[in-house]
């Protein structure tokens, strides 16, 4: 008999286990951030998201994300001022790089895969130019920006899906 009573036990245990209701995320801190444009709210530790997806735009809810460029090269190279700039980041579909410095002459993209292997190489021809990603994989890149056959600046780059 004690036998049947433990399993019952048992089995209520993981009854109330299953169909117990709890929190979903555990967060760290949040708050509210709020500015002339409007206000937002944030979780940070936030683990459960939502993504709401429309023709002009995609909102994810409750999901971090990241944002990070990182300058491979010579931070003190003074030569041509460079940014690169990707929206979102990571990006999906393509990534803007500004060039501004006033001259723009012999400068050309190099996008790499983790591997090192040259994925597209394009001339420079003005202050903005789009990098067209969106049929490449998901993962990390390196684009490098050479003058004659001189590499000036490298970025890293994610590619989301």
Do not use: C, W
């Not at 002009?56 to 010579?74: I, K, R």
């Not at 993962?139 to 003058?147: E, M, R």
Request: hydrophobic fraction near 45%; avoid cysteine.
């Amino acid at each position: 008999m004690t036998l049947l009573k433990i399993f019952f036990l048992i089995a209520s245990v993981f009854l109330i286990t299953h169909f117990a209701q709890a929190q979903e995320a555990i967060p760290v801190s949040g708050g509210l951030a709020a500015g002339s444009g409007g206000s937002v709210s944030y979780t940070v530790g936030q683990v459960f998201y939502t993504t709401n997806q429309a023709a002009t735009g995609v909102v994810s809810q409750g999901m971090q994300h990241p944002f990070e460029f990182q300058t491979l090269s010579n931070p003190a190279l003074a030569t041509v001022k460079l940014t690169a700039v990707t929206y979102p980041n990571p990006t999906k579909d393509f990534i803007i790089l500004k060039i501004t410095d006033t001259v723009i002459h012999d400068l050309r993209y190099t996008l790499f895969d983790v591997t090192g292997k040259s994925i597209l190489s394009d001339a420079i021809t003005a202050s903005s130019t789009a990098i067209q990603m969106k049929h490449l994989a998901i993962g990390a890149y390196v684009l490098k920006v050479i003058q004659k056959n001189k590499p000036l600046k490298s970025f890293k780059i994610l590619k989301q899906q």
